[in-house]
């Protein structure tokens, strides 16, 4: 039986990047409008199949649809949903019509301070376009469920996002795009490798996730090809010390771009880990479990030290997700039920959280034209509301408590330390050292706060203007969700939990959570 | 002695196809010797396109009719079998493309005896002369092509790649700008073309020496028979391998490639650089699979080192050229690299081979069919003074003309090979033929296939940064002030263009239908 949900989702954000493409030239407001609109079909549709979800048919994935692609590779064009799965798509969903919303003049042109042009007008429709096709294929990866198919999207969604980073970016954007892309091709390269060898390996003759799953026994096999997909994911992710291409690409790429790369095409990385690396190759995962870890715990104390050093406010964003992300990679290889329930949640979070933060500094940045901390000062007298919002974004990048992120970097923080999967200290050392992040996370957030929206007011500031009603309908649903997952996150980890149960399941980990869980249900 | 002549047995309908290219080319000839000067194009044209598009036609029956001949046709001389047709298929449909752009005006020399600058070429010039000389020339190129795999024994195989061979030096000589560069390009096509075939017909000898026969099937029966490391056999395969190898441009035998690119008339480059690399693969096919198979745990190491050299050069040399026909030809020598990987990805069995051979197909005519449409595009892209080739002239193109550099950006995505471009695929199923190749019991690789195929995935990625550099340049800078005009392309230059994208559109996201269709000539495997 299958599905038509995820195609349908699939093809009515491709159709309306058609349509955009297609439009009389000139028609710019019209595209925008139409964009918009899509996007928000896109988010209903996405809302009512999450709230048919605990009902749908089928028992870890949902919504399934398969049909037969390329028969010759065994491939198929397979989709469905796990709530980890839903959980992302659905913060895609959220995200892009935010992001058309706040990218309304991203195609406009960049000028900087003293007015000469730093990026040129460009195409309007190209870009909403471009959106568009982007959203799709995130949607697409999340959901697929045959490898294949996973592939493709992986590689596929850089195209975009190459030319709205190399387009429409700042004035460092082509050599940002290029470090990008090719960043992220090696690594997808490798991961071609090590799907070709699982393909083979397995002789199954098939690329369908779940019937992979166990295929490969061998121990040393095991091993080269998580490694193949691990250094694409650790790439992607970004995780210390394959991260250098994200901290341009973040800076150089308009804020909604920016908001989509680090907030969902990361997450790529993260969720690959945990669907792919460690269902598909559990026993590589546990080998590769300490050096793992020590590369998320640099991650994250270094993400964190780099951040404070830093004088432009997207690069700092930058560098606090990859210290997140090492949190993310932490929970995810401590393998216990809350460290992985608290990763998946920590991924959503992150989405809104660090979201929520560039959209505010992207608004900031175009008021002055200038992305420098030291350029700002006294902003939040100027423009309070502006000053509000970037300010409870910045709280949610520090995770504090009431906001989301800190139910997620708390649950995976807590299950890393008390993780018995491999029975040692290590973890728990793991965790103690990477709590002293929250205090950097104090230091480079607050700081930041202090020196662009305290103190004297500068000369170029007094003259903002407060944000507009657009601008407001950008921050303030992502500022709700925020607060709200913050105080209630049971929704999303009811979704979370039997997903990362059945992972665990996969990885034959000893654990204790989920004895407790099954007692309980 | 035997007073009796054996009358020879030609079968006439298999080698239609073949012997209608051949008959157009004479028939060309005899064009340029009778009719006058004014009506040569109108005769030309259509007689080349006719038996061209003739030709495939005669291919596309024999394959809905099916009934191949399960021995070799024309007393031994070649093998017609699915392969062959599938290759002769490919290099029919490419070469009638290229002749499409061959068509448009202004690519050849008005009089290629007169001095480039001298009186004679402007006067040849102004009179409106051109060399109609071409169409037959083509036409003969193409025949040797279809000859060169299709041929059974080696000394047939020498003749189809002289006969593919001569013309080409000679068209590459007739470029209308830059004459210089022209003749260069085909004085040293020649001469080094000169040497490889000398090196062939030496490998040739000394096979005969070995097997005391010339026939493929002879010489693979000798060597189940006879002493493997012969030095005859061991020296015949490698001139062999050399000779074949400088033909598609494999490391070291490709310094070659860029010069001749270069400087041959643009729409010759892209003739060369699909049906001469497709001819070329089938020829190396052939001889290292049928001829040599039962050798194949003694070559397949040499080739390793090849193939893995090839890739690196093509890709890493790339990165400095700033000349866009330069480029290509190394990006076309790095691709050269990844089909020999599916050389490499010998079976022990049958179905095994299949899978390869399948895969070297699709590769073919993927790649083949990208190509032309890159090349095409190039046509179109002109200074005052002939086409616009230094890159930095390419800069800011996506402004002047973004449907065109949007194709273009297209087809640089398909060499790099991203998903949803009919690139992708053929890589992808190149190097899973590969390392399930390594990964059969006992294989004399193994490993090293994996490997191989590692060292792959890393010339791609080399190889992607040069084509993206040409994306930055077309679509992140601003244009220059002065920057080359854009062509109005010809009926035919669209057609061509067109065609590419559709294809390489439609195989990127379906490309079960020519797998099928690869699968279906690679079944049967080569007649042996």
Not at chain 1, 420 to 434: K, Q
Not at chain 2, 223 to 251: H, N
Not at chain 2, 486 to 515: D, K, Q
Request: charged share 10%; with cysteine; net charge neutral.
């Amino acid at each position: 039986m299958s599905s038509l949900w995820l195609p349908i989702l699939m093809a009515v954000p491709v159709l309306g990047a058609i349509v955009v493409a297609l439009l009389p030239k000139g028609s710019t407001t019209l595209a925008k409008q139409v964009t918009l609109l899509v996007s928000l079909v896109v988010l209903a549709l996405t809302l009512v199949m999450a709230f048919q979800f605990p009902n749908a048919a089928g028992e870890r994935f949902k919504f399934e649809a398969t049909y037969d692609w390329i028969p010759s590779f065994g491939v198929h064009f397979g989709v469905g949903v796990d709530g980890i799965a839903l959980v992302l798509i659905a913060l895609s969903a959220v995200l892009v019509p935010i992001v058309v919303l706040a990218s309304w003049h991203d195609a406009d042109g960049v000028k900087a301070a003293d007015g000469t042009v730093v990026a040129p007008k460009r195409s309007v429709k190209t870009y909403f376009s471009l959106l568009l096709v982007l959203e799709a294929m995130m949607i697409g990866v999340f959901a697929a469920t045959d490898v294949f198919l996973f592939y493709v999207f992986f590689e596929a969604m850089l195209i975009p996002m190459y030319f709205m980073i190399g387009s429409y970016g700042g004035a460092q954007r082509s050599y940002a795009a290029v470090k990008f892309l090719l960043y992220s091709l090696f690594g997808g390269l490798l991961m071609l490798v090590a799907v070709i060898g699982l393909y083979v390996v397995a002789g199954q003759g098939t690329f369908m996730f779940p019937e992979l799953v166990g295929a490969i026994q061998d121990p040393a096999t095991q091993k080269w090809l998580f490694a193949g997909f691990f250094i694409a994911f650790a790439i992607k992710a970004p995780l210390w010390p394959v991260h250098t291409w994200l901290p341009d690409a973040a800076a150089q790429a308009p804020a909604g771009a920016a908001v989509l790369l680090v907030g969902v095409l990361d997450k790529v990385g993260t969720f690959g880990m945990l669907r792919f690396c460690l269902e598909l190759f559990p026993d590589a995962a546990k080998a590769f479990t300490t050096p793992i870890i020590v590369l998320a715990v640099i991650s994250i104390i270094y993400g964190a030290i780099v951040a404070i050093g830093q004088t432009d406010m997207k690069r700092l964003i930058a560098y606090t997700s990859i210290s997140h992300f090492g949190f993310i990679v932490m929970g995810v290889f401590a393998m216990s039920q809350v460290a992985q329930a608290g990763a998946a949640l920590y991924m959503v979070n992150h989405g809104f959280a660090t979201g929520a933060l560039f959209l505010a500094a992207g608004f900031l940045i175009a008021r002055r034209g200038s992305p420098h901390i030291a350029d700002y000062g006294g902003v939040q007298k100027v423009t309070p509301v502006l000053a509000g919002f970037f300010l409870v974004a910045g709280l949610a990048g520090l995770s504090l408590p009431g906001l989301s992120s800190f139910v997620s970097e708390f649950m995976v923080m807590i299950g890393t330390y008390s993780s018995e999967a491999f029975g040692s200290g290590a973890l728990a050392a793991a965790a103690i050292v990477s709590a002293l992040a929250v205090i950097l996370a104090a230091v480079y957030i607050l700081w930041m706060v202090q020196r662009a929206l305290n103190g004297p007011t500068a000369e170029p500031v007094k003259a903002f203007k407060d944000l507009n009603a657009r601008e407001v309908w950008v921050l303030a649903p992502l500022v709700a969700l925020i607060i709200g997952f913050g105080f209630f996150p049971k929704p999303l980890l009811d979704v979370i939990n039997p997903a990362v149960t059945s992972t665990l399941v996969n990885v034959q980990v000893h654990n204790p959570g989920v004895a407790e869980k099954g007692a309980g249900q | 002695m035997n007073p009796t002549i054996e009358f020879p047995t030609i079968e006439y309908a298999t080698l239609a196809p073949l012997l209608l290219v051949f008959g157009a080319a004479i028939l060309g000839v005899l064009v340029e010797a009778f009719a006058p000067r004014y009506l040569r194009k109108s005769f030309q044209v259509p007689l080349t396109l006719l038996s061209l598009i003739g030709a495939f036609a005669l291919v596309i029956v024999q394959v809905v009719r099916g009934d191949l001949p399960t021995g070799p046709v024309a007393m031994g001389a070649l093998a017609i079998d699915g392969p062959t047709l599938f290759i002769w298929g490919v290099i029919l449909v490419l070469s009638a493309v290229c002749v499409l752009l061959i068509n448009d005006e202004g690519h050849f020399v008005a009089s290629a005896a007169s001095v480039p600058g001298s009186a004679d070429e402007e006067g040849a010039e102004r009179a409106g002369h051109e060399h109609t000389e071409v169409y037959p020339l083509a036409l003969f190129a193409v025949g040797g092509m279809l000859m060169f795999p299709a041929a059974n024994d080696l000394l047939t195989m020498f003749v189809g790649l002289e006969v593919m061979s001569l013309p080409l030096y000679l068209l590459c000589g007739l470029a209308r700008r830059r004459r210089l560069l022209s003749q260069e390009a085909s004085m040293k096509y020649f001469l080094l073309g000169a040497f490889s075939s000398a090196f062939f017909l030496y490998g040739a000898a000394m096979v005969y020496g070995y097997a005391g026969t010339v026939s493929f099937a002879g010489i693979s029966q000798a060597m189940a028979q006879g002493a493997l490391l012969d030095p005859l056999l061991l020296l015949g395969f490698s001139l062999l391998g050399v000779g074949l190898l400088f033909k598609i441009g494999a490391a070291p035998f490709q310094a070659w490639k860029p010069d001749v690119y270069q400087g041959a008339p643009t729409p010759i480059t892209a003739l060369m650089a699909s049906g001469t690399l497709v001819a070329a693969v089938g020829a190396l096919l052939r001889v290292f699979w049928v001829g040599l198979g039962n050798l194949d745990w003694n070559w397949r190491p040499v080739l390793w080192v090849v193939a893995a050299l090839t890739m690196m050069v093509g890709a890493v040399i790339a990165i400095t050229q700033t000349d866009i026909k330069r480029m290509l030809a190394y990006s076309s020598i790095a691709h050269a690299g990844f089909l020999l990987v599916g050389v490499l990805a010998t079976y022990d069995t049958g179905a095994g081979n299949a899978v390869s051979l399948q895969a070297i197909l699709f590769y073919l005519l993927v790649y083949g069919v990208a190509t032309v449409g890159a090349f095409a595009i190039v046509t179109l892209v002109r200074d005052p003074g002939g086409e616009a080739n230094h890159l930095s002239r390419w800069a800011g193109l996506g402004k002047r003309a973004p449907i065109l550099s949007g194709v273009f950006a297209f087809f640089l995505l398909a060499f790099a090979g991203i998903p949803l471009t009919s690139g992708f695929f053929g890589k992808y199923a190149l190097f899973t033929a590969a390392i399930g190749s390594g990964q059969e019991a006992g294989d004399s690789l193994g490993a090293w296939m994996t490997g191989l195929v590692v060292v792959g995935v890393i010339a791609s990625a080399i190889a992607a940064f040069f084509y993206v550099r040409v994306i930055v340049l077309m679509f992140f800078n601003e244009p220059a002030a002065d920057g080359p005009a854009i062509a109005v392309p010809s009926t035919g230059t669209v057609t061509v263009i067109t065609l590419s994208l559709l294809v390489t559109v439609g195989v990127g996201v379906f490309p079960e239908p020519v797998l099928q269709l690869a699968n279906t000539a690679a079944s049967s495997l080569f007649i042996r």
